[in-house]
């Protein structure tokens, strides 16, 4: 079955320090990639996402990711985190095939201390 | 502009209960989704709707069901609650066929508590 996987389910990290939350997917066909982050009591919204083309994204606030085939992995970093960036971050997965259903990884909760 | 709105925010059932949830899309998405995020778990796709038409179900029983009016907006129902449905459903919206983009405004779901 295609899956998602998510290896850290919490990352606690001091403010500006680096950060890379790891994700691996599990897939024999072309994919779709995405990271949505989940602010306390907030829906998830859509922080970057790999279609095609470069295989490194960047997100409007310092966040990048970046797909490896061979390693068939999507993680995401970032150099130097601030504290509104606590929040939970799940890795997704589109598997194409005209369906529109996103696979989610069980999330990574990122912890910004001063 | 009014985002994806969800009703009730939280609301709690007994076992063998039913509920019904309420979803508003963005003013012109057509697409509606449903997720269920247990807790601790990431969202798992429930169901997607489009033109009131069912366009994908994932792996849930046949008591969960939902449908899309003519206005777009959407129910979920689920029958015979079990504990294990307490979760948050979350539901989103997208314009036609930006779902498979990761295109998807989510609101900030209906906690279901099931006692």
């Known amino acids: 079955a295609q899956s998602v996987t998510q290896l850290d389910s919490q990352v606690p990290v001091f403010e500006e320090a680096p950060v890379e939350l790891r994700c691996n997917y599990s897939?024999?066909?072309?994919?779709?990639l995405f990271w949505y982050v989940q602010y306390p009591n907030q829906g998830l919204q859509l922080l970057l996402k790999?279609?095609?083309?470069?295989?490194l994204v960047e997100s409007i606030n310092g966040f990048e990711a970046e797909f490896n085939k061979s390693q068939t992995s999507f993680h995401l970093r970032k150099p130097s985190v601030h504290i509104s960036d606590t929040a939970e971050y799940f890795c997704?997965?589109?598997?194409?095939?005209?369906?529109?259903?996103?696979?989610f990884g069980k999330g990574t909760k990122l912890t910004v201390n001063p | 502009d009014a985002g994806v709105t969800q009703s009730p925010t939280h609301l709690i059932k007994t076992r063998g209960q039913q509920v019904t949830l309420r979803c508003s899309p963005i003013?012109?998405?057509?697409?509606v989704s449903w997720y269920q995020q247990v807790l601790g778990q990431g969202p798992q796709f429930i169901f997607q709707?489009?033109?009131?038409?069912?366009?994908g179900r994932g792996n849930f029983p046949d008591r969960f069901s939902a449908r899309q009016f003519p206005n777009y907006s959407s129910e979920l129902n689920v029958n015979a609650l079990l504990l294990g449905d307490s979760a948050l459903y979350l539901c989103?919206?997208?314009?036609?066929?930006?779902?498979?983009?990761?295109?998807?405004?989510f609101g900030e779901g209906s906690r279901l508590t099931v006692l």
């Open positions: 989103a919206s997208s314009l036609p066929g930006r779902a498979s983009t990761g295109e998807l405004f």
């Open positions: 897939s024999s066909v072309s994919v779709y």
């Open positions: 790999y279609l095609s083309g470069s295989t």
């Open positions: 997704a997965a589109n598997l194409g095939g005209g369906s529109e259903k996103l696979v």
């Open positions: 003013s012109g998405h057509k697409s």
């Open positions: 709707y489009y033109e009131k038409e069912e366009r």
